[in-house]
Every structure is written in structure tokens, then in C-alpha cells.
């Protein structure tokens, strides 16, 4: 695996019609699953 220095990217719009807990619940998500993936 090869490890570079970029930062991960992540982005949206306006179609995922999300309501505010359920984006909340997907924030954390992808919080949870980014620092599985980042090495301090």
C-alpha cells in the first residue's frame, strides 16, 4: 500500500436530501471511517 500525503476529500450536493439527524448520523460515519484510514 502506498501511503502519499494527500488529505482525503470528501463532498456533497444538493441530491443526497438528507434530513439534519440522518446527515449527522452519515458525518460521523465518515469521520469514524477516515481515521481508520489516516496514520498519525
Do not use: C, D, H, R
Not at 5 to 15: L, R
Request: glycine share 2%.
Amino acid at each position: 500500500m502506498t501511503i502519499t500525503n494527500e488529505k482525503p476529500f470528501i463532498a456533497g450536493n444538493w441530491k443526497m436530501y438528507k434530513t439534519i439527524p440522518e446527515a449527522v448520523e452519515m458525518v460521523k460515519a465518515l469521520k469514524e471511517a477516515s481515521s481508520e484510514q489516516i496514520e498519525a
